[in-house]
């Protein structure tokens, strides 16, 4: 590992890179433990943010949403309005269907609407935000228009300064930028997430013989927890190969055939369809935990609740149809299959065009299956290790399977870039003497 770490900083680009990246992550992170103005920095608790959608929000931006920070959205909007505008680009809106096979002048006005839109979600999201903690928890200073859109405002600009850090990481630095933000915040919240848990598992002010135990329970967590991050790297980097053979000609006589493969990962979903069942769950109850407490609101919040049993089978389910639906929307059979044919590109055994795209869809769907079978056990072990473990809150269920699905993906994707530059050789022009 040492070699690996000075090979990476005796090349002079990447080392720029990296130090470009590490100041970008440190400017995202001193933002996000500044309150924004106006808001009572003690107003909000964990176990108050923790609760329904605004947990997921939490986990995702970090804990910026607990300290209401200028950065308290994060990247959660433009990542809602890039998943929106590939959603409308599927032969639902036209105009935007046609951009995306424009190349890339397609993708500049395409990304040109999904800041706009983002800037819309933003200010849809900070205004529901603090007006639903206002009349819950009494975070503002004085409760009038002009706090309530200066806090809205603010949050909009936190927004859109997020979005534009990662796109300067992306652009300059190493890595996914949005990607990085994400993982930067969910990494920051690790430490103080093994301490609580040691704390709650450990009191010393019982017995030798019941802190013993404690210690016990508290080793067998962090032993499921390592065993959870191996789990997830084995799966990330799990794929099917498809084999490929591409013919080259001279002029009209067919020389040789290049073979190579095309991957489809186990999980081509990521982390996107525990995200959306979970967010489908959460809103509700969320909404219905600021309303008056009744029959229905509690047979409601019984329901969605996937600590309850019902609750449970609906999340399983959905974990499931959205790791199909995401997955095809990824990977596009039918482009696929195009691409191939007009570069000379067949599968071995398969005719091209219409039987090519069908044998894709075919194998996505078959490996989708273990895919999704992958994020409902990471998502069902933390909780039954709730269960097990009598933890309150969501906490510990974000990091032990979104979270470390995220950072995992994000750490692997970042090492393989990185590894990519440290064995790309430099050639700097040949001078004649």
């Given at each position: 590992?040492?070699?690996?770490?000075?090979?990476?900083?005796?090349?002079?680009?990447?080392?720029?890179?990296?130090?470009?990246?590490?100041?970008?992550?440190?400017?995202?992170?001193?933002?996000?433990?500044?309150?924004?103005?106006?808001?009572?920095?003690?107003?909000?608790?964990?176990?108050?943010?923790?609760?329904?959608?605004?947990?997921?929000?939490?986990?995702?931006?970090?804990?910026?949403?607990?300290?209401?920070?200028?950065?308290?959205?994060?990247?959660?909007?433009?990542?809602?309005?890039?998943?929106?505008?590939?959603?409308?680009?599927?032969?639902?809106?036209?105009?935007?269907?046609?951009?995306?096979?424009?190349?890339?002048?397609?993708?500049?006005?395409?990304?040109?609407?999904?800041?706009?839109?983002?800037?819309?979600?933003?200010?849809?999201?900070?205004?529901?935000?603090?007006?639903?903690?206002?009349?819950?928890?009494?975070?503002?200073?004085?409760?009038?228009?002009?706090?309530?859109?200066?806090?809205?405002?603010?949050?909009?600009?936190?927004?859109?300064?997020?979005?534009?850090?990662?796109?300067?990481?992306?652009?300059?630095?190493?890595?996914?930028?949005?990607?990085?933000?994400?993982?930067?915040?969910?990494?920051?919240?690790?430490?103080?997430?093994?301490?609580?848990?040691?704390?709650?598992?450990?009191?010393?002010?019982?017995?030798?013989?019941?802190?013993?135990?404690?210690?016990?329970?508290?080793?067998?967590?962090?032993?499921?927890?390592?065993?959870?991050?191996?789990?997830?790297?084995?799966?990330?980097?799990?794929?099917?190969?498809?084999?490929?053979?591409?013919?080259?000609?001279?002029?009209?006589?067919?020389?040789?055939?290049?073979?190579?493969?095309?991957?489809?990962?186990?999980?081509?979903?990521?982390?996107?369809?525990?995200?959306?069942?979970?967010?489908?769950?959460?809103?509700?109850?969320?909404?219905?935990?600021?309303?008056?407490?009744?029959?229905?609101?509690?047979?409601?919040?019984?329901?969605?609740?996937?600590?309850?049993?019902?609750?449970?089978?609906?999340?399983?389910?959905?974990?499931?149809?959205?790791?199909?639906?995401?997955?095809?929307?990824?990977?596009?059979?039918?482009?696929?299959?195009?691409?191939?044919?007009?570069?000379?590109?067949?599968?071995?055994?398969?005719?091209?065009?219409?039987?090519?795209?069908?044998?894709?869809?075919?194998?996505?769907?078959?490996?989708?299956?273990?895919?999704?079978?992958?994020?409902?056990?990471?998502?069902?072990?933390?909780?039954?290790?709730?269960?097990?473990?009598?933890?309150?809150?969501?906490?510990?269920?974000?990091?032990?399977?979104?979270?470390?699905?995220?950072?995992?993906?994000?750490?692997l994707e970042t090492t393989k870039q990185i590894k990519t530059l440290v064995t790309r050789k430099e050639y700097h022009g040949y001078i004649r003497k």
């Amino acid at each position: 590992m040492l070699d690996f770490l000075k090979s990476v900083f005796k090349k002079g680009e990447l080392r720029q890179r990296i130090i470009f990246t590490l100041g970008i992550l440190f400017v995202f992170r001193l933002g996000a433990g500044i309150t924004i103005p106006s808001i009572k920095a003690n107003a909000l608790t964990s176990s108050a943010v923790n609760n329904g959608i605004f947990g997921l929000m939490n986990l995702i931006g970090g804990g910026q949403l607990e300290r209401f920070s200028i950065f308290s959205l994060g990247v959660s909007p433009y990542i809602t309005a890039s998943i929106i505008m590939e959603l409308l680009s599927m032969d639902v809106i036209p105009i935007l269907t046609q951009w995306s096979k424009e190349g890339n002048n397609g993708k500049k006005k395409k990304d040109r609407v999904t800041r706009y839109l983002t800037v819309v979600l933003a200010a849809i999201q900070g205004g529901s935000l603090t007006y639903a903690f206002d009349k819950g928890y009494n975070i503002l200073d004085n409760a009038n228009f002009y706090t309530y859109a200066y806090v809205v405002v603010v949050m909009i600009a936190g927004a859109m300064f997020a979005m534009w850090l990662g796109d300067q990481i992306t652009q300059k630095g190493i890595g996914n930028g949005t990607s990085l933000l994400i993982f930067t915040g969910i990494v920051s919240n690790l430490p103080n997430a093994f301490i609580t848990t040691f704390n709650s598992l450990v009191d010393f002010s019982k017995g030798s013989q019941d802190v013993a135990l404690g210690v016990l329970w508290y080793i067998i967590f962090v032993i499921v927890y390592l065993a959870i991050v191996i789990f997830v790297v084995f799966n990330e980097g799990a794929t099917r190969k498809i084999p490929i053979l591409y013919a080259s000609s001279s002029n009209t006589v067919m020389r040789t055939k290049d073979s190579t493969h095309m991957p489809i990962k186990i999980n081509s979903a990521g982390v996107i369809p525990v995200i959306f069942a979970s967010s489908v769950l959460a809103a509700p109850r969320t909404i219905i935990s600021f309303m008056k407490s009744t029959e229905i609101t509690k047979t409601i919040d019984t329901i969605l609740n996937y600590q309850q049993p019902v609750g449970f089978c609906l999340y399983m389910i959905m974990i499931i149809l959205f790791a199909f639906f995401y997955s095809n929307l990824q990977i596009d059979a039918k482009k696929i299959s195009d691409d191939l044919k007009k570069n000379g590109g067949s599968i071995p055994g398969v005719r091209t065009g219409k039987d090519t795209e069908n044998f894709i869809k075919r194998v996505l769907n078959r490996v989708t299956v273990v895919g999704a079978i992958f994020l409902m056990i990471i998502s069902a072990i933390p909780i039954f290790t709730q269960v097990i473990w009598s933890q309150s809150g969501g906490n510990t269920l974000s990091l032990g399977g979104t979270g470390l699905i995220i950072i995992t993906g994000v750490a692997l994707e970042t090492t393989k870039q990185i590894k990519t530059l440290v064995t790309r050789k430099e050639y700097h022009g040949y001078i004649r003497k």
